[in-house]
T-cell receptor
Framework: TQLLEQSPQFLSIQEGENLTVYCNSS?????LQWYRQEPGEGPVLLVT?????EVKKLKRLTFQFGDARKDSSLHITAAQPGDTGLYLC?????????????FGTGTRLLVSP | EAQVTQNPRYLITVTGKKLTVTCSQN?????MSWYRQDPGLGLRQIYY???????DKGDVPEGYKVSRKEKRNFPLILESPSPNQTSLYFC?????????????FGPGTRLTVT
């Protein structure tokens, strides 16, 4: 079974700080996605990365897919209270395909004003 | 508005009493999936469907059934619920042509089995 481990599990920071969330596995993934989930709602897709070494930017969020496609990171610059939420990475296995996503355990982020 | 809807949003039931959680999407998506979310375990896939009448097991299918008789609906059936099925359940859908699948999630159903 493919596993995705996220770190840290919890992160509490002040507005304006920078942070990085990591998503690691011993398995290779064909693609990696990042979702954000707010209380009482379902996850919402932020980004998809498919190429080893790929970097994508979404305003203050920077996503990177590891060269070996086993890990990914999410960096937030100048965090804002609106960034508060549960961040989930999800990978599509090389052998299992896009229909069977494996989700990480999540990183809960709290940004205080 | 494009959306995935789930009903009910909250449900408290007793062990052994059959229940169905409905999921419906209005985006003409071929792919639909059910997940459960538990603290410390993340989202785990229960069942998925690639199209009408095509369903397959995810990672944690035991105790659950699904059906896909219509493209828009994908109900999750618990024929004899047990307390270990207390969880937060999410339905998701995606176009199969959008690879990797860009899944749209419903708002969730919080189930408690006593």
């Amino acid at each position: 079974t493919q596993l995705l481990e996220q770190s840290p599990q919890f992160l509490s920071i002040q507005e304006g700080e920078n942070l990085t969330v990591y998503c690691n596995s011993s398995s290779v993934f064909s693609s990696l996605q990042w979702y954000r989930q707010e209380p009482g709602e379902g996850p919402v897709l932020l980004v998809t990365v498919v190429t080893g070494g790929e970097v994508k930017k979404l305003k203050r969020l920077t996503f990177q897919f590891g060269d070996a496609r086993k890990d990914s990171s999410l960096h937030i610059t100048a965090a804002q209270p609106g960034d508060t939420g549960l961040y989930l990475c999800a990978g599509a296995g090389v052998n299992t395909g896009f229909q069977k996503l494996v989700f990480g355990t999540g990183t809960r982020l709290l940004v205080s004003p | 508005e494009a959306q995935v809807t789930q009903n009910p949003r909250y449900l408290i039931t007793v062990t052994g009493k059959k229940l169905t959680v409905t999921c419906s999407q209005n985006m003409n998506h071929e792919y639909m999936s059910w997940y459960r979310q538990d603290p410390g375990l993340g989202l785990r896939q229960i069942y998925y469907s690639m199209n009408v009448e095509v369903t397959d097991k995810g990672d944690v299918p035991e105790g659950y059934k699904v059906s896909r008789k219509e493209k828009r609906n994908f109900p999750l059936i618990l024929e004899s619920p047990s307390p270990n099925q207390t969880s937060l359940y999410f339905c998701a859908s995606s176009l199969r042509t959008s690879t990797p699948y860009e899944q749209y999630f419903g708002p969730g159903t919080r189930l408690t089995v006593t």
